[in-house]
């Protein structure tokens, strides 16, 4: 039998579709055996490419970072720019809500650097603080991508119902609250931007909050 022109599977594919076999049947429930025969070989064929499942749930976590949409918007403020990317990086890890806590597991930061210079580059701060505010803009929109990915495979809603008797301080914010999901994500970037303008204007970068005033 001649062999085929093309090999039958390579790291890419095989990783697109685990992602599909994740989509379908959720991360638990991945296995060597679904992948393979999603791709239509046999299982021991993906060892010429991956030692190990956890190895192809790394190329999982890298493929699904590297295809993240670019947003370049010279017109938008800095701020509103990073807004803008980190709202398409939320929006792509939730259309895999079953896959995205492998970009927890296997958090790739090294594909990012190049990410990381052009924020650092395009940064209007005193580059001593640059890092704390890729830091914080990292962990906040990897952290409430996760937190709707796993209401939504759970099939709860982010919030659950809070009973005003036992907890009225908080169900009040809850009621009062104008925003969904996304909105609130946005208006907390906001509201963290506007903070660091307020330090820096104010000096009070590195002191305590009680020595502010």
Do not use: W
């Not at 190895?55 to 970072?65: G, I, N, P, S, T």
């Not at 603080?129 to 990897?142: C, G, N, P, R, S």
Request: with cysteine; proline share 8%.
């Amino acid at each position: 039998m001649a062999r085929p022109s093309k090999p039958l599977i390579s790291r890419s594919n095989a990783a697109e579709a685990a992602l599909e076999v994740i989509d379908e049947v959720g991360l638990e429930e991945l296995s060597l055996s679904l992948v393979a025969r999603k791709l239509g070989v046999r299982p021991p064929s993906l060892y010429h490419h991956f030692k190990d499942k956890s190895e192809l749930l790394q190329e999982v976590a890298r493929m699904m970072l590297v295809r993240m949409p670019t947003v370049n918007d010279a017109t938008q403020s800095f701020e509103e720019q990073i807004i803008a990317r980190c709202v398409v990086t939320r929006r792509t890890l939730l259309k895999h809500p079953n896959a995205a806590p492998l970009i927890l597991r296997y958090f790739p930061r090294h594909l990012l650097l190049a990410a990381y210079e052009r924020a650092a580059a395009e940064e209007p701060y005193p580059t001593a603080i640059h890092l704390t505010v890729i830091d914080a803009i990292e962990k906040y929109t990897f952290g409430t991508a996760l937190f709707q990915a796993s209401a939504e495979v759970r099939g709860i809603p982010p919030m659950p119902a809070v009973d005003a008797a036992r907890y009225p301080s908080f169900a009040k914010a809850v009621a009062d609250n104008p925003f969904g999901d996304e909105e609130l994500f946005v208006e907390s970037l906001r509201m963290f931007l506007v903070g660091v303008r307020q330090r820096l204007a104010t000096e009070t970068i590195g002191k305590p909050l009680d020595q502010i005033g």
